[in-house]
């Protein structure tokens, strides 16, 4: 029994400890201070955190910390250096101080902060302790608002009335330095000292305001009617400045729609050349064509008349070959066998010389031609129709020139079947002869009218031929010589000399003229025939 009550006290002693320790807790916000005192010399400040108060032995204190707005009025008009009454209200925010506020050793050195000018010292912070200890704002309000007042009547009689409301800053600044002096012992720090009104007995700030309004009414009329002025400079400055850009702006229009201008001329100039250049390459081209069409005419022509020259050659041959096989039925052999040679050779250089002579034209006319080339490169209009005329020409004249060889060659066929029967009638003696050359005479008598209009028939279908080299009697040149080489080719292939035969013939009518007249038995004259 006695163990429990001891266990039971134990545990009594133990819950009173705990609770006396427990009621020892204290924890301070950051706004406000409590100062633990009793044991030590030196109070324990706690500020925004906790401690332990140790029961029956120490004491806790509360400090506001927060700021503390103070209204700060003059309750009546205060004369100002003027003497001119003024009623001022002013707001102050203050704060007490601890010891964490201060800035200042104990050597009066300013410690380093945010705000070197707070020179707050230890016993500044010790004096806000004794002063100001578990008071309310109310008391602290009450106990500060007749110090900043009569600090703030002091620097009103120090001030004029324009000063006082041209500048409340500078007035609460020196309201503020001036209270400081005497807060500075109480432990109070002044934050701010803001002024928030200003009133005079006989309304002249009223006054002044309309002074100042009439002067500013003033500045304002002349402010604008110098803006005006400055906006009418400026507006006639801009017109002259649009006006200097447009007409430098149209003058460089005119400039580049002249260089445009001067451009479009040189290129059409330069447009105009190679049109030109190329219209006359052309035509050089197009005559150049033109000229080879013509001659390649000229020579399917030439070619064509040829075949036509060697079908009628062929047709002369059959016609040859059936008068051999006629004259073949009356002559010998032998001497049928001897004349075919000969005549086969004769055929044969004749066909040569025909060749050579052929030849010898187409190279006359390659020649002719490339000369007319040549000629056309340095005069192109006269050139192009020298070239016509001579391609159209030489086509004419080889066209008569075939005709002509072909009745030349039925000619010399004609002939030689003659002379091929004259052989075969050698036996018949002179008469006979004699009559085989009045028949070929005959038939060379016949057939050059042919030979004529054969050559000269090519040319009656040309309107006109433009002669060039001066030598116009050419053309009647080549009908003649055409016709007497027939007469050659005659004597070549038969061996039959017409001149010779003409001659012969008038020799011998000449002498029957000569010969005298006998008079018969009647007294007549006669001759014999």
């Given at each position: 029994?006695?163990?429990?009550i001891?266990?039971i006290?134990?545990?009594?002693l133990?819950?009173a400890i705990?609770?006396?320790?427990?009621s020892?807790?204290?924890?301070?916000?950051?706004n406000?201070a409590y100062i633990?005192?009793?044991i030590?010399r030196?109070?324990?400040?706690?500020?925004?955190?906790?401690?332990?108060?140790?029961?029956?032995?120490?004491?806790?204190?509360?400090?506001?910390?927060?700021?503390?707005?103070?209204?700060?009025?003059?309750?009546?008009?205060?004369?100002?250096?003027?003497?001119?009454?003024v009623d001022?209200?002013?707001?102050?925010k203050v704060?007490?101080?601890?010891?964490?506020d201060?800035?200042?050793?104990a050597?009066?050195?300013?410690?380093?902060?945010?705000?070197?000018?707070?020179?707050?010292?230890?016993?500044?912070?010790?004096?806000?302790?004794?002063?100001?200890?578990?008071?309310?704002?109310?008391q602290?309000?009450?106990?500060?608002?007749?110090?900043l007042?009569?600090?703030?009547?002091?620097?009103?009689?120090?001030?004029c009335?324009?000063?006082?409301c041209?500048?409340?800053?500078?007035?609460?600044?020196?309201v503020?330095?001036?209270a400081?002096?005497?807060?500075?012992?109480?432990g109070?720090?002044?934050?701010?000292?803001?002024?928030?009104?200003?009133?005079?007995?006989?309304?002249?700030?009223?006054?002044?305001?309309?002074?100042n309004m009439?002067?500013?009414?003033?500045?304002a009329?002349?402010?604008?009617?110098?803006?005006?002025?400055?906006?009418a400079?400026?507006?006639?400055q801009?017109?002259?400045?649009a006006n200097?850009a447009?007409?430098?702006?149209?003058?460089?229009?005119?400039?580049?729609?002249?260089e445009?201008?001067?451009?479009?001329?040189?290129?059409?100039?330069?447009?105009?050349?190679?049109?030109?250049?190329?219209?006359?390459?052309?035509?050089i081209?197009?005559?150049?064509?033109?000229?080879?069409?013509e001659?390649?005419?000229?020579n399917?022509?030439?070619?064509r008349?040829?075949?036509?020259?060697?079908?009628?050659e062929?047709?002369?041959?059959?016609?040859?070959?059936?008068?051999?096989?006629?004259?073949?039925k009356?002559a010998?052999?032998?001497?049928?066998?001897?004349?075919?040679?000969?005549?086969?050779?004769?055929?044969e250089?004749?066909?040569?010389?025909?060749?050579?002579?052929?030849?010898?034209?187409?190279?006359?006319?390659?020649?002719?031609?490339?000369?007319?080339a040549?000629?056309?490169?340095?005069?192109q209009?006269?050139?192009?129709?020298?070239?016509?005329?001579l391609?159209?020409?030489?086509?004419?004249?080889?066209?008569g020139k075939?005709?002509?060889?072909?009745?030349?060659?039925?000619?010399?066929?004609?002939?030689?079947?003659?002379?091929?029967?004259?052989?075969?009638?050698?036996?018949?003696?002179?008469?006979?002869r004699q009559?085989?050359?009045?028949d070929?005479l005959?038939?060379y008598?016949?057939?050059?009218?042919?030979?004529?209009?054969?050559?000269?028939?090519?040319?009656?279908?040309?309107?006109?031929?433009?002669?060039?080299?001066?030598?116009?009697?050419?053309?009647?040149?080549?009908?003649?010589?055409?016709?007497?080489?027939?007469?050659?080719?005659?004597?070549e292939?038969?061996?039959?000399?017409?001149?010779?035969?003409?001659?012969?013939?008038?020799?011998k009518?000449?002498?029957?003229?000569?010969?005298?007249?006998?008079k018969?038995d009647t007294?007549?004259d006669?001759q014999?025939v």
């Amino acid at each position: 029994m006695e163990i429990n009550i001891g266990i039971i006290a134990i545990i009594v002693l133990a819950i009173a400890i705990l609770a006396i320790l427990a009621s020892g807790y204290v924890k301070a916000s950051p706004n406000k201070a409590y100062i633990i005192s009793g044991i030590k010399r030196e109070p324990k400040v706690l500020i925004g955190r906790a401690g332990i108060k140790i029961p029956f032995l120490e004491k806790k204190d509360e400090l506001i910390l927060k700021q503390i707005s103070i209204d700060i009025k003059t309750n009546g008009y205060i004369p100002t250096k003027d003497f001119i009454g003024v009623d001022i209200d002013a707001v102050a925010k203050v704060r007490v101080l601890t010891q964490r506020d201060v800035t200042v050793n104990a050597k009066g050195e300013v410690v380093a902060g945010a705000d070197a000018n707070k020179r707050i010292t230890t016993e500044m912070a010790n004096a806000a302790m004794k002063n100001f200890l578990n008071m309310n704002e109310d008391q602290i309000r009450d106990a500060l608002t007749d110090s900043l007042q009569g600090n703030m009547r002091e620097i009103i009689g120090t001030q004029c009335l324009k000063e006082l409301c041209n500048d409340r800053k500078t007035f609460g600044d020196e309201v503020q330095a001036k209270a400081q002096k005497d807060m500075n012992a109480l432990g109070i720090w002044i934050e701010s000292c803001n002024i928030q009104k200003i009133e005079d007995e006989n309304n002249l700030i009223t006054a002044l305001g309309q002074d100042n309004m009439s002067q500013i009414q003033k500045d304002a009329s002349v402010a604008k009617a110098q803006a005006d002025r400055d906006v009418a400079i400026a507006r006639a400055q801009a017109q002259k400045d649009a006006n200097d850009a447009q007409v430098i702006a149209e003058t460089e229009i005119a400039q580049k729609q002249t260089e445009l201008a001067i451009k479009k001329a040189e290129l059409k100039k330069e447009s105009d050349i190679k049109k030109a250049e190329a219209d006359a390459a052309y035509k050089i081209q197009e005559e150049e064509q033109r000229k080879t069409v013509e001659i390649t005419t000229a020579n399917a022509n030439l070619a064509r008349q040829e075949k036509e020259l060697e079908l009628k050659e062929r047709e002369v041959s059959i016609k040859e070959k059936a008068l051999e096989a006629e004259v073949k039925k009356t002559a010998e052999a032998n001497k049928y066998a001897a004349q075919q040679k000969a005549d086969a050779e004769q055929y044969e250089r004749q066909k040569r010389a025909e060749a050579e002579l052929f030849e010898i034209q187409r190279q006359a006319e390659a020649e002719k031609a490339k000369s007319e080339a040549e000629r056309f490169a340095k005069e192109q209009a006269a050139e192009a129709v020298k070239a016509a005329g001579l391609a159209e020409a030489s086509a004419v004249a080889a066209k008569g020139k075939a005709e002509a060889e072909a009745i030349q060659a039925k000619a010399e066929a004609e002939a030689a079947g003659i002379l091929k029967k004259a052989e075969a009638m050698k036996q018949y003696g002179d008469a006979a002869r004699q009559q085989m050359e009045l028949d070929t005479l005959k038939v060379y008598f016949e057939q050059l009218p042919k030979i004529a209009e054969a050559v000269a028939k090519g040319y009656m279908n040309v309107d006109s031929i433009k002669m060039f080299g001066g030598d116009s009697s050419k053309l009647a040149g080549d009908i003649m010589t055409t016709v007497t080489q027939v007469t050659d080719g005659i004597k070549e292939s038969t061996g039959l000399d017409i001149n010779e035969m003409l001659a012969k013939g008038f020799a011998k009518e000449k002498a029957e003229d000569a010969k005298p007249v006998e008079k018969n038995d009647t007294g007549n004259d006669y001759q014999e025939v």
